[in-house]
T-cell receptor
């Protein structure tokens, strides 16, 4: 699987958009980008995933660059409960099963 | 859907003892994964089952570790002769390979192991 690079930490003001970047410059054509988050002392929680196109769901938006070498997770209106470690992961299609989490980005949402 | 459950949530043991953890996946999920997470790091893949078959094992899974999923439902992870370096959170996840399913992995709350 391709490796990912994320900043170790970011701050965001409550109510503002949080934009979390991820670099996956070695991604191959059939690898999906997944985002998970982990709130302290809980298991990781799925947020969103995508292959080429931008994706949006009730939690977040995922913007993938045209060359697919980087992506940005957007939390449109961050709340204090969004404080967590966010992991960007790439994996091959639906039949390749292990995730490589890396160290993630600790997002601190401040009042 | 009650989610993925793990038991126990916390385990403290002395070095050299054996421990066993249990994971109950979401009922219709045929895929089950074990990960290990140490402080400040992301989860690391340990092993993967599809139904009762163990299809992949990480090099992290030493000979002291064994995982089973005898009937394709719950799974156990056993660590023999525990060492202090085994202290970590052990996470279980499940997913489905059903056609058209999202195949996202749903994680349990984890079992925190402390080896004294």
């Amino acid at each position: 699987d391709a490796k990912t690079t994320q900043p170790p930490s970011m701050d965001c003001a409550e109510g503002r958009a949080a934009n979390l970047p991820c670099n996956h410059s070695t991604i191959s054509g059939n690898e999906y980008v997944y985002w998970y988050r982990q709130i302290h002392s809980q298991g990781p929680q799925y947020i969103i995933h995508g292959l080429k196109n931008n994706e949006t769901n009730e939690m977040a938006s995922l913007i993938i660059t045209e060359d697919r070498k980087s992506s940005t997770l957007i939390l449109p209106h961050a709340t204090l409960r969004d404080t967590a470690v966010y992991y960007c992961i790439v994996r091959v299609g639906r039949n390749f099963n292990k995730f490589y989490f890396g160290s993630g980005t600790k997002l601190n949402v401040k009042p | 859907d009650t989610g993925v459950s793990q038991d126990p949530r916390h385990k403290i043991t002395k070095r050299g003892q054996n421990v066993t953890f249990r994971c109950d996946p979401i009922s219709e999920h045929n895929r089950l994964y074990w990960y290990r997470q140490t402080l400040g790091q992301g989860p690391e893949f340990l092993t993967y089952f599809q139904n009762e078959a163990q299809l992949e094992k990480s090099r992290l899974l030493s000979d002291r570790f064994s995982a089973e999923r005898p009937k394709g439902s719950f799974s156990t992870l056993e660590i023999q002769r525990t060492e202090q370096g085994d202290s970590a959170m052990y996470l279980c996840a499940s997913s489905t390979s059903k056609q058209g399913a999202l195949d996202e992995q749903f994680f349990g709350p984890g079992t925190r192991l402390t080896v004294l």
